[in-house]
């Protein structure tokens, strides 16, 4: 157990809808990165946040946005979903950002578009 | 793009038996780390290695890098059925703010 947290574990929206993911991050850590994962595949870098601010972006459209509160949880949004947004995502907390710190993953939330 | 690609992409072996597993990377990095993941639950750190290191070991596992070569490899040894999971190497990207995954490694243990 990693002390990171994401709700729901699974949910299904249908093909236009609207979902907002969240993420408890571990205690202490001020730094949350959200990823995607499709089936088969290696997690995809969505965006991080800092802080409360978006702290880098991967290659991502901007439907896809997210926000970090002052207690550093953090929510994932996705409008208009499409298919292929169906997979497992994952947020990671660390303690700050960069690249030398290590991220604690939680368990995922199973995405389904149908 | 990928940074990371593993090496296989699938292995089975049976109780008791090494796994090695490879990654291979393209550009320069200043550390690599070692995840693994069972059943499409949430990933499990096993080892960060640093780009001046060339091995570390953590209880049965191995870790290598040669950065001359851009690889690095994860040994298990005298493996058990509850290894049977995916692997995936992770590197910094060239924007230093998160990490790469390549696709992994499925990795099933027999019994």
């Known amino acids: 157990e990693t002390g990171v947290t994401q709700s729901p574990t699974h949910l299904i929206k249908t093909r236009g809808q609207q979902v907002t993911l969240r993420c408890s991050s571990q205690s202490g850590h001020n730094t949350v990165s959200w990823y995607q994962q499709a089936l088969g595949q290696g997690p995809q870098f969505i965006f991080q946040y800092y802080r409360e601010e978006e702290n880098g972006r991967g290659n991502f459209p901007p439907r896809f946005s997210g926000l970090q509160f002052p207690n550093y949880s953090s929510e994932l949004n996705v409008n208009a979903l499409e298919l292929d947004d169906s997979a497992l995502y994952l947020c990671?907390?660390?303690?700050?950002?960069?690249?030398?710190?290590?991220?604690?993953f939680g368990p995922g939330t199973r995405l389904t578009v149908l | 793009s990928q940074q990371g690609e593993e090496d296989p992409q699938a292995l089975s072996i049976q109780e008791g038996e090494n796994a090695t597993m490879n990654c291979s990377y393209k550009t320069s990095i200043n550390n690599l780390q070692w995840y693994r993941q069972n059943s499409g639950r949430g990933l499990v750190h096993l080892i960060l290695?640093?780009?001046?290191?060339r091995e570390k070991h953590s209880g049965r596992l191995r870790v290598t890098l040669d950065t001359s070569k851009k690889s690095s490899s994860l040994l298990i040894t005298a493996s058990r059925a509850a290894d049977t999971a995916s692997y995936f190497c992770?590197?910094?990207?060239?924007?230093?703010?998160?990490?790469?995954f390549g696709p992994g490694t499925r990795l099933s243990v027999l019994p």
């Open positions: 290695i640093r780009s001046n290191e």
């Open positions: 990671a907390s660390s303690l700050a950002s960069g690249i030398l710190n290590e991220q604690f």
């Open positions: 992770a590197t910094d990207s060239n924007y230093g703010q998160n990490f790469v």
